[in-house]
Nanobody
Framework: QVQLVESGGGLVQAGGSLRLSCAAS????????MGWFRQAPGREREFVAT??????PTYYADSVKGRFTVSRDKDTVYLQMDSLKPEDTAVYYC???????????????????WGQGTQVTVSS
């Protein structure tokens, strides 16, 4: 089992920055991919970014490319969010996938474990 705990959400003005953290515990050695997703009210969950661990590639949704950056330090994965826009307002979730991958890593169905989510609100 893997446990994920997000933190770092909050209220920020447009153009500002936030850094989300996702701390993993438990069988972290089994994690192959870490992802970030978000869900705004009335909308479906959407892919934000993903990182394949052990020096693998990172991928970003077009809507956040150039503004968001995924990084990792041991068992914690970060999502640095710069130049925030009101449309970035959502609950942000981190997720972990263990092998074998069942889906494309930009799909939520690829992930086995999810955090509880952290609210990000960007005011105009």
């Amino acid at each position: 089992q893997v446990q994920l705990v997000e933190s770092g959400g909050g209220l920020v003005q447009a153009g500002g920055s936030l850094r989300l953290s996702c701390a993993a515990s438990g069988r972290t050695f089994s994690i192959y991919v870490m992802g970030w997703f978000r869900q705004a009210p009335g909308r479906e969950r959407e892919f934000v970014a993903t990182m394949t661990l052990f020096s693998g590639p990172t991928y970003y949704a077009d809507s956040v490319k150039g503004r968001f950056t995924v990084s990792r330090d041991k068992d914690t994965v970060y999502l640095q969010m710069d130049s925030l826009k009101p449309e970035d307002t959502a609950v942000y979730y981190c997720a972990a996938a263990v092998p074998p991958l069942r889906e494309n890593i930009q799909s939520g169905r690829a992930y086995d474990y999810w955090g509880q989510g952290t609210q990000v609100t960007v005011s105009s």
